[in-house]
């Protein structure tokens, strides 16, 4: 499969990243023969290959929740430390983007 140069723009813009036009040109040529050898894999027969998702073994620790009450003076103190408040709540700066 062939990408175009404004396939790779959207790409650059999904990815919020800036390119040149060399970069752009550059990109094309590449992204392009990843996903022609990409291709190749469709030819595997894989019919009856059970589908994995890890093949370690391990899997994931869960424990349960504890709450843990802690005095009035700790949490005045936590709250009179922590940088951004609105009232009894803590701000902390917005991790996910629009």
């Excluded at 990109?27 to 998702?53: C, G, M």
């Excluded at 843990?68 to 009232?87: D, L, M, S, Y």
């Amino acid at each position: 499969m062939a990408l175009n140069i404004s396939e790779v723009e959207h790409i650059a813009h999904l990815a919020r990243i800036e390119l040149t036009q060399t970069e752009k040109e550059m990109f094309t040529k590449q992204l392009s023969d990843v996903l022609a050898y990409i291709n190749i894999l469709n030819e595997v027969e894989t019919s009856d290959v059970q589908p994995t998702t890890q093949v370690t073994g391990l899997e994931n620790v869960y424990r349960d929740d504890q709450v843990v009450e802690c005095n009035a003076e700790v949490v005045e103190r936590i709250k009179q430390n922590f940088p951004q408040r609105h009232g009894d709540y803590l701000s902390v700066p917005r991790v996910l983007k629009k």
